[in-house]
């Protein structure tokens, strides 16, 4: 007996500090940022297709915002998937909203399948990792909503992070505590004490379980639902209600749902997972030279060390300098170290007026 | 009774080390790069227009690559100067031939004036005492080819030097010799013994002289003038004559002319003259911002020192890093400390495989 996913692909992302490579009009998931020839937004589909042993992936949901639909058709033809539906966002407005609307649309295809709820811009090097996890969390998630735990290999303050409680079955535990994003020092406490995992923001469920949830957040649940039954169909296209998704609470389905339910799981795994919100972490995930540069598009480094370059329809020549990214496109320059990588967001808003 | 003065202005420069805004098509001379509006060619034509006390320059002769004439005549336009002729190589030659055709053809249009034979990428910031030397020079360059000796305030390698000999008369002086390039501690002696100028490469003279002087290098004159000769003449244009043009030995006119002849003289001067060879010479002479930043076009820099930044057509955004020069064309970004500006060259010749 096989178990039925529907994944629902999650592409809202804004990716701002990763300007000038991702931008409002094609944001990060529509780069090639792995490495890879691939977007984000394709190795996401092609990581959520076919049969995984115990459990077959069916035609995914794609919850998008508007103005990116065809280059989601795109993306998804370069991935040969055929979506389920595109469910049409007019502006964004979190996880909480998206991942009702998509157990929701789950209900209309098959009441009977889970849902595999994951955002449309994440790393995950090892795939078939990937699906083994699902595979051994897929019999819990009737019962529960399963969260994904990465296993930290270093202190990192940029992810939230769970403490597992109890064991529930074979590598599945109960959820002892959410805890926000920590300081290096408190990162490090976790670190040494194990028992904590970054929380990946990919969620396995059944629909059913999911909206009997939102008990505590009806009202994000309940507008959410309200957009989607006044939305208009076409085709494929699930295009939501302008006037009623704006009303819809901005919330993060962690905040909404899975901090206030009893009906949390988390499972741990080790998949080669990495959230590549800045610069810096794409060098940490790229291959390199002997000099430790991270070499991508039309760039070249001579006598330089560290440092992650990437010309986009532009060439990039640097020389002499380490531990710089240096980023072009057609439409703008950055230059900074890489462990300020945090503040590009801030330069592309400085950007703006010149 | 004013000195008749014929402007020879060169625009053969290559300006590699300025890439990738200087590039084949649109050389350095056809950028402005001395932080105002005007190119360094427009400014040249404005520096010797019309009449200065004793003397009066006549409209130019232009001498410059076939393929720039479009660039040349919307330049020209911009300082509002009509040529005399425009000289149109096939290929650079060096300054000696075009100064041997500069002569012959000032001889063509008044035997009795005297040619100053200069580059069009040169910055010279203080106009009217440049035009102050000429006038002083002016008297002693029937008999002598008097070249412009740009006072030192620094133990510059990059230059060629002049040892001044006697004093022919105010502010004007025989030559001892002449200096290649020296390196650093050499500059600093000869910057401390005092009676040596930079070479600036721009000589006033009387044509019959120079033409007589080449007695050393007839070859070069001669065959300069076969171009000529045989050269294809359209409206103002003078087209040299291919083949003939590509038998001239390729030489500086300092070496053809100048060290050899004993009737060079040097006119020392502080005129606020600069070379802009390189980056790093652009941001010696740029206004800067509190944090020695040289920010040019679109451009903008934040936490960051001593950078020259300049987006020609794209955004350049830089933060948290120093002594660097960031300069991005639509084509190419180059990033490299300033004190390696030299090896621009370098990264644009390595850029060519990318």
């Known amino acids: 007996m096989t178990i039925r996913i529907i994944p ?12 000038p490579v991702s931008t409002e009009a094609r944001p990060k ?5 792995s490495g890879g020839e691939a977007s984000l937004f394709t190795e996401t589909a092609l990581r959520v297709k076919g049969a995984a042993g115990a459990v077959t992936f ?3 949901l794609i919850l998008c915002n508007a103005r990116h639909t065809a280059l989601v058709r795109a993306h998804l033809a370069e991935a040969g998937v055929q979506p389920a539906a595109l469910v049409l966002e007019p502006q964004p407005r979190n996880t909480a909203a998206v991942g009702a609307i998509a157990a929701a649309l789950a209900q209309e295809i098959d009441a009977d399948a889970l ?3 994951l955002p449309a811009d994440h790393v995950i090097a090892d795939a078939a990792g990937f699906r083994a996890v699902i595979e051994r969390a897929a019999p819990f998630a009737r019962e ?3 969260t994904f735990g990465i296993t930290p290999d270093r202190p990192a303050t940029g992810y939230g992070y769970i403490k597992r409680g109890e064991r529930l079955g074979d590598g599945v535990f109960a959820i002892e505590s959410f805890r926000e994003k920590p300081n290096a020092e408190t990162a490090s406490a976790y670190l040494a004490g194990g028992g904590y995992s970054w929380n990946a923001g990919i969620f396995l469920f059944h629909p059913a379980t999911l909206l009997a949830e939102f008990s505590a957040s ?3 649940r309940d507008k959410a639902l309200a957009a989607l039954k006044a939305a208009e169909r076409v085709g494929d296209e699930v295009r939501l209600d302008a006037a009623q998704f704006a009303q819809v609470p901005s919330q993060p389905l962690d905040i909404a749902v899975m901090e206030k339910t009893a009906r949390a799981a988390v499972a741990p795994c080790e998949i080669g997972w990495a959230d590549l919100g800045a610069w810096d972490e794409i060098w940490r995930v790229s291959p390199r030279d002997a000099g430790g540069n991270a070499v991508q598009g039309q760039a070249m480094a001579l006598d330089a060390s560290g440092n992650l370059l990437r010309g986009d329809g532009i060439k990039v020549c640097v020389a002499g300098v380490s ?4 980023i072009a496109t057609p439409e703008a320059v950055v230059v900074i170290p890489r462990e300020r990588a945090q503040d590009v967001k801030l330069l592309r808003e400085l950007a703006a007026k010149l």
Do not use: E, K, Y
């Open 115 to 117: 849902v595999l709820l």
């Open 218 to 220: 009806a009202d994000v």
């Open 144 to 146: 529960r909503i399963v």
């Open 8 to 19: 629902a692909i999650m592409s809202g992302g804004a990716g701002t500090r990763l300007w």
């Open 29 to 33: 998931q529509f780069h090639a940022l």
């Open 58 to 60: 069916a035609d995914p």
């Open 323 to 326: 531990d710089l990214v240096v």
